[in-house]
């Protein structure tokens, strides 16, 4: 199946219902690839887990792991809550299991919490699952980890580009989005519900009781049968 959030697209395959090909980095890339292969940024695969409804695994499109995925997890929230027929999901990740539900402004993800690693004068790094460096100025690749680029941004609104490792620069990215927020409110000196607006569109965060709330439409594309050659 391929689904979208904010331009952000993935490639998903459940092993939770499919019997699956080894998963190598030349599969992955290729299955990834925009002219070869279906072509996404992340390609998210389903398996089985004991306390959640399902743990998913995120590879960026050069075949490396991620460890968390704003966007993938709502697109997946959307999927599970379809399938199963229920109101609300929990989908685990290597470190965290988040619940994702539907609201009326779209898919709301549980992201749990993110923590601040550095505070410079022009970036401050986030932690939240994968790495980010959000940027307010004088932004420069940081391979290390994902990068977000500020533009413009008050206690209301923020404006973003983004680079993800493995994966270049993409329409939109769920947990820079998150890392966007709290980079603004260690900056501002408050928390306050923010719009982060990205080139692929834009997505809705909240704190809640400690914990981040993403909030924003996902589309369905097709599904199919993908023939490895």
Same mark, same amino acid.
């Not at 306390?51 to 590879?59: N, Q, R």
């Not at 619940?99 to 549980?110: E, L, M, P």
């Not at 993403?214 to 996902?218: F, H, N, P, R």
């Given at each position: 199946?391929?689904?979208?959030?904010q331009?952000?697209?993935?490639?998903?395959?459940?092993a939770m219902?499919d019997?699956?090909?080894?998963?190598?980095q030349?599969?992955?890339?290729?299955?990834?690839?925009?002219?070869?292969?279906?072509?996404?940024?992340?390609?998210?695969?389903?398996?089985?887990?004991d306390?959640?409804?399902?743990?998913?695994?995120?590879?960026n499109?050069d075949?490396?792991k991620?460890a968390?995925?704003g966007?993938?997890?709502?697109?997946?929230?959307?999927l599970?809550?379809?399938?199963?027929?229920?109101?609300?999901v929990?989908?685990?990740?290597?470190d965290?299991i988040v619940?994702?539900?539907?609201?009326?402004?779209?898919?709301?993800?549980?992201m749990?919490?993110a923590?601040?690693?550095?505070?410079?004068e022009?970036?401050t790094?986030?932690?939240?699952?994968n790495? !980010?460096?959000?940027y307010?100025?004088?932004?420069?690749?940081?391979?290390?980890?994902?990068?977000?680029?500020?533009?413009?941004y008050?206690e209301?609104?923020?404006?973003?580009?983004?680079?993800e490792?493995?994966a270049?620069?993409?329409?939109?990215?769920?947990?820079?989005?998150?890392?966007?927020?709290v980079a603004?409110?260690?900056k501002?000196?408050?928390?306050?519900?923010?719009i982060i607006?990205?080139?692929?569109?834009?997505?809705?965060? !909240?704190?809640?009781?400690?914990?981040?709330i993403?909030?924003?439409?996902?589309t369905?594309?097709f599904?199919?049968?993908?023939?490895?050659?």
């Open positions: 199946m391929k689904m979208q959030a331009g952000n697209d993935f490639v998903i395959l459940n219902i019997t699956l090909p080894e998963l190598t030349t599969f992955i890339t290729k299955i990834c690839h925009r002219h070869i292969g279906i072509g996404c940024d992340q390609l998210l695969v389903l398996q089985p887990h306390t959640a409804d399902a743990l998913m695994l995120i590879y499109a075949g490396s991620a968390n995925c966007n993938g997890l709502r697109c997946i929230g959307d599970l809550m379809k399938q199963l027929k229920q109101d609300e929990s989908i685990a990740l290597p965290r619940t994702a539900k539907q609201t009326d402004k779209g898919i709301a993800v549980v749990g919490n923590d601040i690693e550095d505070v410079a022009d970036y790094d986030v932690l939240i699952g790495p !980010h460096r959000v307010f100025k004088h932004a420069q690749v940081c391979p290390e980890r994902n990068v977000e680029i500020i533009s413009d008050d209301n609104h923020v404006d973003i580009r983004i680079i490792r493995g270049g620069e993409t329409l939109a990215c769920g947990s820079g989005a998150c890392a966007t927020a603004v409110w260690q501002l000196g408050r928390v306050s519900p923010l607006q990205m080139p692929g569109g834009n997505v809705h965060v !909240h704190q809640a009781d400690g914990q981040l993403l909030t924003g439409m996902v369905y594309v599904d199919g049968q993908y023939v490895c050659a």
